[in-house]
């Protein structure tokens, strides 16, 4: 009889416990899909490149490419079949050598501004997944475009004080439509000096520099001090000498028109921080410059225009892996603002942007609407890998918790709309996939490689045939709101790539050409 008692005793505890770790399973459950949306359970550690993806891997290949089809000066290597010399004398004027460099869009400008933005951002990608892109057998492409541009930087600078930021005359340029190897046009200089001060273009152009020794550093480093030496007088000369370039030299405003320098200010010395160590520079960004120009807790978007949500991701990385530097107010600002933007990108966060496309597409502008979403992208994989190999479990986003894992889905989720995920079913990266622009605005693939044409030739531009030449690797400007695409050679709002935005995508898919990379030191 007491051995009966003592046998249902327990069997009725027993019971109890079941249906006590039945009801905590549940809650936890309910509780992770409330406020954990990393679906899939928590990332590992990343670690050493992985197997290359074939689909990102055959696009950065891709991609990569269309920086050659922009080169100009006297090719070496050259494997584009359409694109021969041009601009060789460019600079000749000043009795300088800017014959390098590369063309801005579709056209045969050099416009400083947005190429040493370009430069910078290709220069952050190799720093930050130049392991993955040599798994993928793309490291040297990217050094050797990145050179392309920073061989020009190094001539356009020549004194302390001087910085030549563009080369030909937009007007004149493009009231004709022709090869630039066939260019008569002329081609005038425009420089900023301490009496035409140019702040933003002299402080990004600081910025190239400073990463791009980075980058060298290991391989040449003749060339890398080289680099930092430009970088360090640029940023002084932009620092002590201050004004807009759009106010001193109108002219630039109809096409790169700055809204401001501050952000380049701290976007020039974070760079320069991270290049020689020198407290001086983390200074600068976390002082009174930062309370006046980083605009603290207010996301943004990551364009050649506004860097502050690069420096916000760029300073993070200082709070993430330098426990000492990390202590400081102001860093942690820099962070908390980086984080709010990667909150504002995830889609199922609180504070999520509104600007999307009923796809998912991030969606800022009819002009070259793809700029912001992989420029954007780029920041989320770049954020996801830091918190993965600092071991942080998540971002906050108002009542809700976000995995590093989410964050690379989103780049994920746009970088496959880019390559065709998306209502149109067309790749948006010229060359990849069976379905892709044939009309791209862009002289050179508009245009024969044996036509005549001397700077009068429209007729190509209005051709209702396909473009005779393949702008392999171009990032065309994207759909509209609606999700939809014409594909016509006028319609340049659409169909006209340009440099910078190739920087962001060999930058985004080098990041997710392989598994989760370690956040590992620049130096």
Known sequence: ?????????????????????????????????????????????????????????????????????????KLVNNEISWRGDSGLDDGKEANLDLSKGMYDAGDHMKFGFPMA????????????????????????????????????????????????????????????????????????????????????????????????SLVFKSSDSTYSSSLLKHAKELFTFADKHRGSYSENIPQVQK??????????????????????????YLDYVVGSNGETYANWGSPTWFSWDDKRPGTQVLLSRVSFFDS???????????????????????????????????????????????????????????????????RAQKIQCDSASFSAKDLRKFALSQANYVLGDNPMKM?????????????????????????????????????DQPNPNVAMGALVGG?????????DRNNSMQTEPSTYNSAAIVGLLSGLVTTSSVATSFT
Not at 353 to 382: C, E, K, M, Y
Request: with cysteine; charged share 20%.
């Open 1 to 73: 009889m007491g051995e009966e008692k003592k046998s249902g005793g327990c069997m009725g505890w027993f019971i109890v416990l079941i249906v006590v770790g039945a009801i905590a399973l549940a809650l936890g459950f309910t509780l992770r899909n409330k406020f954990h949306h990393d679906d899939d359970g928590d990332s590992p550690v990343p670690g050493p490149p992985g197997p290359v993806a074939q689909k990102y891997g055959d696009a950065l290949k891709i991609a990569l490419q269309f920086f050659d089809i922009q080169k100009s000066g």
């Open 117 to 212: 933005y370009t430069a910078t951002v290709l220069s952050w990608a190799i720093l930050e997944y130049g392991d993955q892109m040599n798994k993928a057998n793309q490291l040297d492409s990217a050094k050797d475009s990145l050179k392309w541009i920073t061989d020009y930087l190094i001539n356009a600078h020549p004194e302390p004080n001087v910085l030549y930021i563009q080369v030909g005359d937009p007007d004149i340029d493009h009231s004709c439509w022709d090869r630039p190897e066939g260019m008569t046009e002329k081609r005038p200089l425009i420089q900023i000096n301490t009496s035409t001060p140019g702040t933003e273009v002299a402080a990004e152009t600081a910025a190239a520099m400073a990463s791009a």
């Open 255 to 280: 096409y790169y028109n700055s809204t401001g320098y501050g952000d380049e200010l701290l976007w020039a010395a974070s760079w320069l921080y991270h290049a020689t160590k020198d407290q001086t």
């Open 324 to 390: 000492k530097a990390a202590t400081d107010a102001s860093l942690k600002n820099y962070k908390k603002t980086a984080e709010a933007v990667m909150c504002g990108l995830l889609p199922k966060s609180p504070t999520a942007t509104s600007s999307r496309t009923r796809s998912g597409l991030i969606w800022i502008s009819d002009w070259n609407a793809l700029q912001h979403p992989v420029a954007s992208a780029f920041l989320a994989v770049v954020y996801s890998d830091y918190m993965l190999t600092s």
């Open 427 to 463: 790749s948006y990266l010229v060359g990849y996939g069976d379905k892709y622009s044939q009309f791209v605005h862009h002289r050179g693939a508009s245009i024969p490689a044996d036509a005549t044409t001397g700077c009068k030739g429209w007729q190509w531009l209005e051709s």
């Open 479 to 487: 759909p509209f709101l609606n999700e939809s695409f014409v594909d």
